[in-house]
Nanobody, 124 residues
């Protein structure tokens, strides 16, 4: 599975961005899709995930109520709508695909496939 992330850029605090991740080469609908991010000098951290099938969603506490993950299985694409952006949201955002059990859905090492990352910069 190949993943191509896009949609990053520069936004002002309080603004919005929408990230996209297009998948190819596999059965997209059978994978849990997730977004992680990594800020300079920090470890990669979980942002959000959406499971295959019913499409249950999971979020890191620091994005609840501001970010929304969704998927379009017909288009093999997962989205991350980011609203009310803060300066601390500045990071490289990565999409990932895997089949984690629910208890491991926030664990980056469980995911098999990764996109190249897209930079999000939020100015305060």
């Amino acid at each position: 599975v190949q993943l191509q992330a896009s949609g990053g850029g520069l936004a002002q605090a309080g603004g919005s961005l929408r990230l996209s991740c297009a998948a190819s080469g596999g059965t997209f609908s059978s994978y849990t899709m997730a977004w992680f991010r990594q800020a300079p000098g920090k470890e990669r951290e979980f942002v959000a995930a959406i499971r295959w099938g019913a499409g249950s969603t999971y979020y890191a506490d620091f994005v609840k109520g501001r970010f929304a993950i969704s998927r379009d299985n017909a288009e093999n694409t997962v989205y991350l709508q980011m609203n009310s952006l803060k300066a601390e949201d500045t990071a490289v955002y990565y999409c990932a695909a895997g089949r984690p059990v629910l208890t491991a859905i926030r664990t980056s090492s469980i995911y098999y496939y990764w996109g190249q990352g897209t930079q999000v910069t939020v100015s305060s």
